[in-house]
């Protein structure tokens, strides 16, 4: 199974700011994924990312808000901007191989 | 639209007792159900997936069983011990690269 690793594990933010968060996987892989989990809370998908197309978003997400990039098989990236205290959340990548979703160990985000 | 519902929300046992945990689906169509397990403030670990076309998996002390008709897949703990504290998410896919839909999750301790 493919392991993912992302940066930072957990951060504090101020309102306003723009925090960016890095997912990178040992292996080649075609989709990656991020989710979101609000406090309390199963689940959501924010977009699925594939390499060398526009992230495709789902409904209630925008590129402004959450821009992401994914810039090769093995890494990308996700920008939480202009955050607020309503982005606290725990945000994971995770990756399709093949059928079987894997996850990162999730980025804890704290906005004040 | 997939609704995927885990009930109940939170459980508790003693040490030893077995476990079972409920995940229910609306849309019978399934690609595939899989099993995840977070810990607090953790990312998802994979447990357990089960085919569209497969009744059960098992692994170690856990099976899972899949009824399609009846829309429901039943995660079994055999002999639960404190290390099994955590919450048990399962999600469906409806097909290969789609997005996977969470249940909320049960919240399991298991009392020393």
């Known amino acids: 199974s493919a392991v993912i690793s992302q940066k930072p594990s957990r951060d504090i933010c101020q309102r306003g700011t723009s925090l960016t968060i890095q997912c990178q996987v040992d292996?080649?892989?075609?989709?990656m994924f991020w989710y979101r989990q609000q406090p309390g809370q199963s689940l959501t998908l924010i977009a699925t990312?594939?390499?060398?197309?526009?992230?495709?978003?789902e409904s209630g997400f925008v590129i402004d808000k959450f821009p992401i990039s994914r810039p090769n098989l093995t890494f990308s990236t996700l920008t939480v901007s202009n955050m607020s205290p309503e982005d606290s959340s725990i945000y994971l990548c995770?990756?399709?191989?093949?059928?079987?979703?894997?996850f990162g160990e999730g980025s804890r985000l704290t906005v004040l | 639209k997939q609704e995927v519902t885990q009930i109940p929300a939170a459980l508790s046992v003693p040490e030893g007792e077995n476990l079972v945990l409920n995940c229910s689906f609306t849309?019978?169509?399934?690609?595939?159900l899989q099993w995840f397990r977070q810990d607090p403030g953790k990312g998802l670990t994979s447990l357990l997936l089960?085919?569209?076309?497969?009744r059960e998996q098992t692994s170690g002390r856990l099976n899972a069983s899949l009824d399609k008709s009846s829309g429901r897949s039943t995660l079994y703990i055999a002999a639960s011990q404190p290390g099994d504290s955590a919450t048990y998410l399962c999600?469906?896919?409806?097909?290969?690269?789609?997005?996977?839909?969470f249940g909320g999750g049960t919240r399991v301790l298991v009392k020393p």
């Open positions: 995770s990756v399709e191989e093949p059928g079987e979703l894997f």
């Open positions: 292996s080649q892989v075609t989709m």
């Open positions: 990312a594939n390499q060398g197309s526009e992230a495709t978003y």
């Open positions: 849309d019978s169509a399934i690609y595939n």
């Open positions: 089960i085919q569209s076309s497969q």
């Open positions: 999600a469906a896919v409806k097909a290969a690269g789609n997005k996977l839909t």
